[in-house]
């Protein structure tokens, strides 16, 4: 894939919609990558800690997110359009409880592996 400076989200969206899948990545140079992570209503987050930290924008959507305490202590808090999180590398981190379908814009540092 051809690394692009310009990128319509909403055409990414539609893009990884045809393609049946929950995340599409847009973007991939050694410092980072770029994707679109969209889950239906009612789904489970299926993802497991990444080597890489990464940075969630909610896009559209209503659901909550719980981030293991390193601890003991895991931090639970509702994210909606606008909202921002960091995940350090290694972190234990899930979205459940979706109530609207959820699109997030996720770039990892480094490139994700």
Do not use: W
Request: proline letters at 5%; one cysteine or more; hydrophobic letters at 40%.
């Amino acid at each position: 894939m051809p690394n692009q400076n310009f990128h319509s989200l909403e055409e990414i969206v539609r893009e990884r919609i045809t393609a049946a899948r929950p995340y599409a990545e847009f973007l991939r140079i050694p410092e980072m990558s770029c994707g679109v992570y969209v889950l239906p209503a009612g789904a489970t987050d299926r993802q497991r800690p990444h080597h890489e930290a990464e940075l969630y924008y909610v896009m559209r959507g209503a659901a909550r997110m719980t981030l293991k305490g390193t601890d003991g202590v895991d931090e639970v808090r509702d994210v909606a359009a606008g909202g921002a999180i960091f995940v350090e590398a290694n972190r234990e981190h899930r979205f459940h409880d979706i109530t609207e379908e959820l699109a997030v814009l996720v770039v990892f540092a480094p490139a994700q592996s």
